[in-house]
């Protein structure tokens, strides 16, 4: 089942709504390669504070 905005797993509800919005992004990614559900939410909750530290929300040059 794809996840969206308004419903997702309840172990992203207090990610920040940046990081939950990739995160949703990527957990959908991964069951469409055929990822148990627990695993690709573990695994792009992990890869969306990832990348949310190594994109800025703000940053400049």
Known sequence: MPW??????????NL???VRDKAIEIANA????????????????SKAEEWD???PEHGGK
């Open 53 to 55: 530290e190594n994109h």
């Open 30 to 45: 991964l069951l469409d390669e055929g990822y148990e559900e627990g695993r690709a939410i573990a695994i792009a909750t």
């Open 4 to 13: 969206n905005k308004k419903d997702y797993p309840q172990s992203m509800k």
């Open 16 to 18: 920040d709504e940046r």
